[in-house]
């Protein structure tokens, strides 16, 4: 019969539609498998997308067959700047584009041929998902967890929307690349702050990759320090410093506030006022990104000072952009002996240097960079002379707080999240502004609150969305006191619905509750999430504090979201560059499919390299798996009627090639997976041109073992052998340690470590009998004096002579 992948793979997809083979009967287990899901905001889908379905497809069909019911849906990530940015693009509306993207993303995933329970797709976009997107919303504004702000946020000129500090990398906006600057903007925010430590400890309690779980603990950058009162001289102010270092005090000895500290402008004298107002200007127009990672310092002196509460010395107050307003209290006490920084800043702007910690106790003359060694003896600093500063480091924050000039307290880098965008194609905001009542949220039995059909969406600049000109949208009545008022007309991010997608999947068609307690309980939560890994601080941090909200209100009785985390890595083209289709170098999964076949792409994607690393596409390598499948089907097939007996070498070959599938399956190296296949391959199809075919039993298990990763050759090889059930209804084999080990093994016999003969020896052989056989082999050399035996087990037999 000879092999034609269309016949084969048309045929599978009409049956699998008309039996499916993952059926929940109640009895088996549940395994949770999921993507994360796409932005329908392209042309489409190319090979890099490919791999990360075709990994979540194989492990999915793999629990299938170890017993479990598998969770395995999908659906759409389509509001928010992708989709919208794409539609301005195409100059066509979004809710058309999107439709559009998602028929044609949907069709190339069934060509993947995975086992998505389609009944379960959500789309975020759909009235009857965001309904439950804008209900956590209200609950999170009933618990405080949700309020409205006014404050600079980061504002892409591009986008024309306001960016949380997690959207900004490098200074420029993460969706389209433009440089990112300041705005002051009314926002809404969500305090996910106050889950910063639960965020932070739970981390241990998942099986993550470690590099994940660092980017979310550098994130959250839990500290702990003091907060000290600098009080200003000549005024009844103080400025509070959060310091992590509250035992190098006494080398304190100027003050660096951020230009948008509350004190910044006031503190200017009549001679610096002008120099100060203009740093604060242009401080303003820079993201935080380029401030910090600015190579060259720069302030400005106010001409005020503070007085140091250890030693009453006076301290010069500067600004400079390197300090953010949003981390501690916007001000830092600088000690430049001990710090990089604060020494270059002291050097350019020649103030004061004062060391505080020496190593041995011993003062650095002319200094030519910070002493940054946590550990030495204190030095210059009054009563704390002669302590060990690791000591000190500990002891000092209930010191200063005992004293009355501070606290000792924990500081965090991770802010509130800016949660709401200045764009049309997003989830209304359920939020009725009202003159007697204020904020006020809509009523839960109307949601969904639609979002308006309009026209022009496009972003309007000036810091309102396009909805706030729908006047007949916007004009209505309070809920409350049935005023005038009117509704919130910002939108939602794109990570509204995303952060808790996975919850719905399990009972999608609920209109009564976001997911019912008892499919909850029976479903949830995720066992393994297969993505990039540059969701790593975004989606997955958003995801694990919805996940604990909604546990905290008892919607669900977990509080993290994904048990398992699997980061695949991006399929590039040539010299690692990025797919991408201003570029040019997109490689589209479609013709592929239609010159090789489904399963030949899905065994290539797997095989092009370690799946958590980033690989070069080349498509001349599909060829060698191609032909692997042609030969493994006409040594099935060539075997099928031949009756060929189990001789020991098949059944040995059998046994390990299911231990060495397994095993590399388990740990995830699924490119080494498929070179067992080719491997084991070769073996029999060697043993076959001996024995005129391989028994049964063997093609059978090899058969099994490949249904995961090219499902269609394999159900067609199991029908062609007899079989009228699915084979993903077969148990996954299992190996014999015994029957994989060698009756026979050769192995050396040496005198004084050289090989002098080779024998063929049982492999369960005796010290004794080994030791005697290998005399025998070697009688008419053992002339001289043997004064030691050696026999390592399976591979030496050594004589020592002198």
């Not at 709401?420 to 006020?440: F, T």
């Not at 393994?528 to 989606?539: D, F, K, P, Q, R």
């Amino acid at each position: 019969m000879p092999f034609n992948h269309k016949a084969i793979e048309k045929k599978w997809r009409e049956n699998w539609e008309k039996n499916p083979i993952n059926v929940n009967d109640g009895k088996k287990p549940k395994y949770y498998c999921l993507d994360m899901f796409p932005y329908p905001s392209g042309n489409g889908l190319h090979v890099g997308h490919w791999r990360g379905y075709v990994i979540s497809d194989v492990w999915s069909r793999y629990k299938l067959m170890q017993g479990h019911y598998v969770i395995h849906p999908m659906g759409w990530d389509a509001f928010g700047l992708p989709a919208e940015n794409y539609a301005i693009k195409m100059g066509v509306h979004p809710a058309k584009s999107t439709a559009e993207n998602v028929s044609n993303i949907k069709r190339q995933i069934n060509d993947i041929a995975a086992i998505y329970d389609w009944d379960m797709e959500v789309n975020t976009t759909d009235p009857q998902f965001y309904k439950w997107t804008q209900w956590i919303f209200v609950q999170m504004f009933k618990k405080g967890l949700a309020y409205e702000k006014e404050f600079p946020i980061n504002w892409c000129p591009s986008c024309k929307t306001g960016l949380a500090n997690e959207e900004v990398v490098n200074g420029r906006c993460e969706r389209c690349g433009a440089e990112v600057t300041k705005k002051n903007l009314r926002q809404w925010m969500l305090r996910i702050t106050k889950y910063a430590d639960r965020l932070l400890d739970d981390l241990d309690k998942l099986d993550w990759p470690e590099k994940v779980k660092k980017m979310q603990t550098d994130w959250i950058g839990k500290s702990y320090g003091a907060e000290v009162e600098f009080p200003v001289e000549g005024r009844d102010e103080s400025i509070t410093v959060y310091t992590t270092r509250p035992d190098t005090l006494y080398g304190a000895t100027f003050m660096v506030l951020s230009p948008e500290h509350a004190l910044a402008a006031g503190l200017a004298t009549e001679d610096n006022r002008e120099a100060v107002e203009k740093y604060i200007f242009d401080a303003s127009m820079k993201s935080n990104v380029d401030r910090m990672q600015a190579k060259e310092k720069t302030g400005v002196f106010t001409g005020s000072y503070a007085i140091n509460p250890l030693n009453q010395e006076k301290v010069p107050i500067w600004l400079s952009d390197y300090v953010l307003a949003d981390y501690g209290t916007g001000a830092i006490m600088c000690v430049p002996a001990h710090d990089d920084r604060d020494f270059e800043f002291a050097k350019k702007f020649n103030l004061p240097i004062i060391q505080v910690i020496a190593k041995d106790g011993k003062e650095i003359e002319n200094m030519t960079e910070a002493y940054t060694d946590a550990s030495g003896t204190m030095i210059n600093s009054g009563e704390w002379n002669g302590m060990e500063s690791a000591v000190l480091k500990k002891e000092a924050p209930m010191m200063i707080e005992k004293r009355g000039l501070g606290r000792k307290t924990v500081n965090y880098k991770l802010r509130d999240w800016v949660f709401s965008r200045q764009r049309y194609w997003g989830e209304p905001i359920p939020i009725i502004h009202c003159p007697h009542c204020g904020n006020v949220p809509v009523p839960e039995e109307e949601l969904p609150l639609m979002l308006p059909e309009v026209e022009s969406y496009q972003p309007t600049g000036t810091g309102e969305s396009p909805l706030a000109g729908i006047d007949e949208w916007v004009n209505c009545k309070c809920p409350v006191c049935g005023a005038d008022a009117k509704r919130e007309t910002n939108t939602m991010p794109q990570w509204a619905g995303s952060s808790w997608y996975f919850l719905r999947y399990v009972d999608s068609h609920n209109d009564a509750e976001l997911v019912s307690r008892e499919k909850a309980d029976q479903y949830l939560p995720v066992d393994m999430y297969i993505g990039g890994v540059e969701h790593a601080v975004l989606h997955l941090l958003y995801s694990r504090f919805y996940t604990k909200f909604l546990c905290d209100i008892g919607v669900i009785d977990f509080d993290e979201p994904f048990q398992k985390l699997f980061n695949q890595g991006m399929i590039t083209g040539k010299n690692g560059i990025k797919m991408s289709k201003s570029k040019g170098n997109v490689v589209s999964p479609d013709d592929l499919v239609r010159d090789y076949g489904c399963d030949s792409l899905r065994m290539y994607e797997l095989f092009v390299g370690p799946p958590e690393l980033d690989a070069e596409w080349d498509d001349r390598g599909i060829d060698g798996v191609n032909r692997f499948i042609k030969r493994f089907w006409n040594l099935a097939l060539d075997s099928r009627d031949a009756n060929v007996p189990a001789t020991p070498e098949m059944i040995k070959i059998r046994h390990r090639l299911i231990h060495d599938v397994t095993q590399r399956l388990e740990s995830f190296s699924l490119n080494t997976v498929i070179s067992a296949f080719m491997e084991y391959n070769n073996k029999l199809i060697d043993l076959s041109k001996k024995t005129g075919g391989i028994d049964r039993e063997t093609i059978e298990a090899f058969t099994k073992l490949l249904a995961p990763f090219v499902p269609h050759v394999a159900e067609e090889i199991w029908e062609q052998y007899g079989h009228t059930e699915t084979v993903f209804h077969e148990k996954w084999p299992e190996h014999s340690e015994e029957a994989m080990k060698d009756d026979e093994v050769e192995i050396p016999v040496q005198i004084n470590g050289k090989t002098r003969a080779v024998i063929s020896i049982a492999s369960d052989i005796s010290k004794e009998d080994a030791l005697a056989k290998g005399r025998d082999v070697i009688a008419d050399r053992l002339t001289g004096n043997v004064v030691k035996e050696i026999y390592v087990p399976g591979k030496i037999v050594n004589f020592v002579m002198k």
